[in-house]
């Protein structure tokens, strides 16, 4: 059975269960975006609520999905009525919550009843956990070579770690092409640019944002969110893991990763990026008031290109880099 989700969690478990997991994020974005947002539009959604969570009731709608698995805490709060809607259009919807508090007891909590539900005993989690993370461990690999040998491009990296969420549904298949990419990547020569940028916030919903900074000379040496999805802390216990993946919990959570990495890769700037519509816009107070490098915050809406107004103000902001 294919289970849809809507945001990374303990994967493990349904890989466990002999299930298909399927980030429906993913396969909106890949899809014809735009297309997919009108058609969740056409069935009531309002044109004020986050693109990606029109395009996720869409993909569900028009898949084989029967069951998806909503993140009802720490993610975003429209997910709750996401669920609401594909309940009443007959899909079974699993409720999954990470404490804001990061709360150890909670989480474990949280992750036996998603076994129960799943009948997969813990231990065989665990064997599955083992498997993932021999991937895990090359997406670290992967990073490595985009920050330390500037052999990786931004784009190329956001995408092999943003797959990292399901595996493409087959860790086999994804492993076997990860290690083709890797031996590709260790026989070019560096890539050249000026400036080190990292990328802060969900991935973009732009297309061609990787691309516009590389022909500007600027490489995104650090994916924050997409790095999150591939558990790059490699922990053997699965509360653990979980516990130290930033994303679902507060800014401050998020910070404290940002500045170890912002030091350990030698950015020279950031662009916060937000979604339109999303609470997260909020976070981008406190992430110029603490991040100790400059700040460029740009919020995404439709899928598609990047658009004149966004282009400018990049092009301004790296004209300020340059003096």
């Given at each position: 059975m294919k289970i849809g989700f809507t945001t990374s969690f303990p994967v493990e478990i349904i890989f466990a269960a002999g299930h298909t997991p399927v980030d429906l994020n993913n396969i909106f974005i890949t899809g014809n975006a735009k297309?997919?947002?009108?058609?969740?539009?056409s069935g009531g959604y309002p044109r004020n609520i986050c693109s990606?969570?029109?395009?996720?009731y869409s993909v569900v709608l028009a898949s084989e999905i029967e069951t998806v698995i909503g993140v009802v805490e720490g993610d975003c709060s429209n997910t709750h009525s996401l669920m609401d809607t594909?309940?009443?259009?007959g899909i079974t919807v699993i409720p999954f919550s990470f404490s804001y508090y990061r709360n150890k007891t909670e989480l474990e909590r949280e992750i036996k009843k998603l076994e129960k539900h799943f009948k997969v005993e813990h231990q065989q989690v665990l064997v599955v956990k083992k498997r993932l993370d021999k991937i895990r461990k090359k997406l670290v690999y992967l990073d490595e070579l985009t920050y330390i040998e500037n052999k990786v491009t931004g784009f190329e990296n956001h995408l092999w770690l943003v797959n990292s969420s399901d595996f493409n549904g087959n860790p086999d298949d994804y492993e076997k092409r990860l290690d083709n990419f890797i031996a590709e990547v260790e026989k070019r020569q560096p890539l050249k640019f000026n400036l080190r940028f990292g990328f802060l916030g969900v991935p973009p919903i732009i297309s061609d944002l990787y691309d516009f900074l590389l022909e500007h000379s600027v490489n995104v040496v650090f994916n924050e969110i997409q790095r999150q999805f591939s558990m790059p802390y490699l922990e053997n216990n699965l509360t653990e893991q979980y516990i130290r993946y930033t994303y679902p919990y507060s800014v401050f959570d998020r910070l404290e990763d940002i500045q170890i990495e912002i030091k350990k890769r030698k950015l020279d700037a950031v662009i916060s990026y937000s979604q339109s519509f999303c609470h997260r816009q909020i976070d981008n107070i406190l992430i110029k008031k603490y991040v100790n490098v400059p700040v460029l915050t740009i919020e995404g809406d439709q899928p598609g290109e990047l658009d004149a107004r966004t282009k400018l103000r990049i092009e301004s902001f790296l004209d300020m880099m340059m003096y």
């Open positions: 297309k997919i947002v009108e058609d969740a539009e990606w969570i029109k395009g996720m594909l309940k009443d259009q």
